[in-house]
T-cell receptor, first 115, second 115 residues
Framework: KAGVTQTPRYLIKTRGQQVTLSCSPI?????VSWYQQTPGQGLQFLFE???????NKGNFPGRFSGRQFSNSRSEMNVSTLELGDSALYLC??????????????FGPGTRLLVL | AQTVTQSQPEMSVQEAETVTLSCTYD???????LFWYKQPPSRQMILVIR??????QNATENRFSVNFQKAAKSFSLKISDSQLGDTAMYFC????????????FGDGTTLTVKP
């Protein structure tokens, strides 16, 4: 079974631009979560989607948004990019059979550099 | 809010020896899940081991085992017969039963296995 895929793997943008990152979960997985990883802040939860609905949201400004499609693929968008948005963005998927604690499987990440 | 603390930023161990990584957490929930993830230089986050809080038996996975002390809110990872491929950053993570899809991570421990 193919793992979680993320595109693009690397991205360079300039301040003020916007960016869209994509995540395709493992086949059959219905929950997709996004995390931001930086040297200073570590791994921080952005949001989680299940059945096209955002169920959980982290403490990030409204410039960070996401969505999930009917095939469980997810996208996250960052508008008006700031230098501090430079990070590794990780996507994780899980089956979610109804209870919590489902193991999350991570993609390889998208490395975003904002100049 | 849950917090996860890894008090050892860096550790090293000789090949074939045993090393223990520490993790403590704080939560008011009674039902939750704990994970150790490994992140090698490739940045791919890989699940090492998982523990359900309602299970008293410590989880084991080949050379990896945990010491889960629920009352003390402690969750340490023991790596036996360390191998060069174990060199990576290790993250301890918490997922509450009421927060599906959201993991809270510690700051990580960088483990170096020396030949």
């Amino acid at each position: 079974k193919a793992g979680v895929t993320q595109t693009p793997r690397y991205l360079i943008k300039t301040r003020g631009q916007q960016v869209t990152l994509s995540c395709s979960p493992i086949s059959g997985h219905r929950s997709v979560s996004w995390y931001q990883q930086t040297p200073g802040q570590g791994l921080q939860f952005l949001f989680e989607y299940f059945s096209e609905t955002q169920r959980n949201k982290g403490n990030f400004p409204g410039r960070f948004s996401g969505r999930q499609f009917s095939n469980s693929r997810s996208e996250m968008n960052v508008s008006t990019l700031e230098l501090g948005d430079s990070a590794l963005y990780l996507c994780a998927s899980s089956i979610f059979r109804g209870g919590a604690g489902e193991t999350q499987y991570f993609g390889p990440g998208t490395r975003l550099l904002v100049l | 809010a849950q917090t996860v603390t890894q008090s050892q930023p860096e550790m090293s161990v000789q090949e074939a020896e045993t090393v223990t990584l520490s993790c403590t957490y704080d939560t008011s929930e009674n039902n939750y899940y704990l994970f150790w993830y490994k992140q090698p230089p490739s940045r791919q986050m890989i699940l090492v081991i998982r523990q359900e809080a309602y299970k008293q038996q410590n989880a084991t996975e080949n050379r990896f085992s945990v010491n889960f002390q629920k009352a003390a809110k402690s969750f340490s990872l023991k790596i036996s017969d360390s191998q060069l491929g174990d060199t990576a950053m290790y993250f301890c993570a918490f997922m509450g039963n009421t927060n599906a899809g959201k993991s809270t991570f510690g700051d990580g421990t960088t483990l170096t296995v020396k030949p």
